[in-house]
């Protein structure tokens, strides 16, 4: 068995929720790792610090905390908002304050509890009738929201039991639970993304780098199958306006698509050049702004019409282990960068991917 120390370190690290141990000064003694995650911040930006670092100007909290120091009470639902620095926004938070007991019941300090509130509260408004989305988007995401859960607790006691068991053969069985496990994670966590309205952090992003980037991860497998990437970029490309790690996701997915359909030996062409002939006009700016296109062109399967046609839409795949998001959520992204996706194929001979990006947003 493991002893006591290490099993309430890895229960105390696989909370779902953020846990704190605030000491009778309101200082921040301890957090697991769904704090530095909920919060967007690391440990030691807060660790040994005022509780109001992270819930500034919230006075009626550091109120219940003192009351649970003084009488010992606990508190449930106490609606917080928690304080991120990058970019500084706040979000809403549910709080549970209870004491933390030395072994003479003397209290020492106060453990917090914090739910984020957020998907809740997005779901609440989305619920409201001017809204487009759905219910049947928004029953999904609460579904999405409530698979993962139980999904992290699934996999703690897995990974925990697997340490237990001496004998590889069933130690294997659990790695399949462990990995299946994280595969649903992976997918239900891309359809939420699909169905929540993205927050851009645009910022002036070299194109190039984020495809360097992807390209080096997807490499070994272009290698498995005795294929080659061929990066054609026009070295004169400007700097965009835009979100990197959304760009990233959809060069990978992309590029994922184009490596699955290559047959051995196939070549995957990356293009990159400021778009003379495609304007794009997006609603919020009625000026055609200055584009770049990011073309990823593979000689693979290709694909009829039909398949053409239904592309974008959410779960269509022609693939045993595909789930179907992969382009849906490249059109939301590309999208909310205003920009466009075109795609061209002949069945046998190959696919063009062109993703048209503006310069600047307004
Ligand atoms: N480059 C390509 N060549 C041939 N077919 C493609 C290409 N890209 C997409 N497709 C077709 O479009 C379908 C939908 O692609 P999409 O990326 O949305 O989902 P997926 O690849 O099947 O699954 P996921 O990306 O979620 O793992 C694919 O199943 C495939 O039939
Ligand atoms: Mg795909």
């Known amino acids: 068995m493991n002893d006591p120390e290490h099993l309430h370190q890895n229960i105390f690290c696989s909370i779902i929720d953020g846990v704190l141990l605030v000491s009778s000064s309101l200082t921040i003694q301890e957090s697991n790792l769904t704090v530095e995650d909920m919060f967007h911040r690391s440990r030691d930006s807060f660790i040994h610090r005022n509780l109001e670092e992270l819930f500034p100007r919230q006075q009626h909290v550091l109120d219940k905390v003192r009351q649970v120091l003084t009488t010992g009470a606990c508190y449930h639902d106490v609606e917080a908002q928690g304080m991120r620095h990058t970019p500084t926004s706040r ?144 070295p004169s490309l400007p700097p965009i306006e835009a979100d990197e790690d959304q760009l990233k996701q959809v060069f990978l997915n992309l590029i994922k698509n184009a490596i699955e359909a290559s047959r051995k030996g196939g070549k995957i062409q990356i293009v990159t050049r400021v778009s003379s002939g495609y304007a794009i006009k997006a609603a919020s700016s009625p000026i055609p702004q200055q584009n770049i296109v990011v073309e990823i062109i593979d000689s693979g399967s290709g694909m009829d019409e039909p398949t053409q046609k239904k ?33 061209t194929s002949e069945k046998g001979l190959g696919t063009t991917v062109q993703v048209f990006l503006p310069i600047r947003q307004k």
């Open 91 to 234: 979000f809403p938070v549910n709080l549970t304050l209870s004491p933390f007991l030395e072994a003479d019941d003397s209290i020492q300090g106060v453990v917090i509890l914090i739910k984020n509130m957020s998907l809740i509260r997005e779901l609440e408004e989305r619920q409201r009738p001017a809204d487009h989305l759905n219910n049947l988007g928004a029953v999904a995401m609460g579904m999405a929201h409530e698979i993962r859960n139980p999904l992290g607790g699934i996999r703690g006691s897995a990974q925990l039991l697997r340490q237990e068991i001496k004998d590889s053969s069933h130690q294997e069985y659990l790695d399949v639970v462990v990995s299946e496990v994280d595969r649903i994670d992976r997918m239900v966590k891309r359809m939420m993304d699909l169905t929540r309205p993205l927050n851009l952090r645009m910022a002036s992003t070299n194109i190039h780098k984020a495809l360097e980037d992807i390209l080096m991860l997807e490499k070994d497998t272009l290698t498995r199958k005795k294929g080659r990437f061929e990066q054609i970029y026009d």
């Open 311 to 343: 592309l974008f839409t959410p779960f269509y795949t022609t693939k045993t282990k595909g789930s179907g998001l992969g382009l849906a959520i490249c059109l939301k992204i590309v999208e909310d960068h205003n920009g466009k996706i075109k795609i």
